[in-house]
């Protein structure tokens, strides 16, 4: 039995089995009996749909619906920044997130994106000044601290990656990346015994990871432990035989 136009629209809002939902949406879309109202709200409920399962590309034309219906709704350009992201249409996701934080200044999560976006573009100032606004908004963010610390390492600040990654670590104390990039900064600061202890941090958390084991063998090798070095090393090689180019590609100082 078809269902009605209305059971079609409840359906479309309730989202608890996606590709039902999409079918009820595009069913009401091409009914030609929605209002310009309900049109635009099908439309974004759909393009969530799309977004939840991955399929972008078609999530962005219903948010350009609804965002012709209703040019001040905020979370539909940040749903369309998020999709355009996510098809590699870096200069479109920021258009809208730029929009985002026109209609709210407060959107942490787009200034936060869009610190992202920045920072894989080596635009690592404006990536900075994003996280400065997400923590801004939320100091709590142990995220925003640990990218903003890797925009400073970028740059060749590593007194100031330090403090933002030392911060990261103290909001969430399990936080291994923050460990290894405080240590590669330590690494380049001279100051191997610091780094060994960020190692030895991160190695605990991932055992037998091969970029700490290689790194913390480096520190090793700084320490006058040639033997612990080579052994460190070595296993890391071991784990992993291109470890040694993939460390130099990521910026880690010889021993």
């Not at 609804?66 to 905020?74: A, K, L, N, V, W």
């Not at 100031?160 to 969430?172: F, G, K, Q, V």
């Not at 070095?229 to 071991?238: L, S, V």
């Amino acid at each position: 039995m078809s269902q009605s136009l209305e059971d079609q629209m409840k359906l479309c809002v309730d989202g608890s089995n996606r590709d039902r939902s999409i079918a009820a949406c595009t069913a009401a879309i091409q009914s030609g009996r929605l209002s310009a109202e309900d049109f635009a709200r099908m439309s974004y409920n759909r393009g969530n749909g799309y977004s939840v399962i991955g399929q972008y590309d078609r999530a962005i034309p219903d948010y350009a619906q609804f965002i012709r219906f209703d040019p001040s709704f905020t979370e539909a350009y940040y749903n369309r920044a998020v999709a355009y992201a996510k098809t590699g249409q870096n200069d479109r996701a920021l258009q809208d997130y730029d929009q985002v934080i026109r209609l709210n200044p407060n959107h942490a999560k787009a200034f936060y994106n869009r610190g992202v976006i920045y920072g894989a573009m080596a635009q690592h100032d404006l990536a900075i000044r994003n996280y400065d606004q997400v923590l801004r908004i939320d100091p709590g963010s142990f995220i925003a601290f640990h990218n903003r610390g890797f925009a400073y390492q970028q740059k060749g600040q590593n007194d100031r990656a330090i403090r933002d990654y030392t911060e990261a670590i103290r909001l969430s104390p399990d936080f291994f990346a923050a460990y290894f990039k405080r240590g590669l900064c330590h690494l380049k600061l001279g100051q191997a015994a610091a780094a060994k202890t960020d190692f030895d941090a991160a190695l605990r958390l991932r055992p037998d990871e091969a970029f700490s084991l290689y790194a913390r063998g480096v520190a090793q090798m700084r320490l006058s432990n040639p033997v612990l070095g080579r052994e460190d090393m070595a296993a890391a090689i071991r784990s992993k035989p291109t470890i040694a180019d993939d460390y130099r590609r990521f910026g880690g100082p010889p021993p």
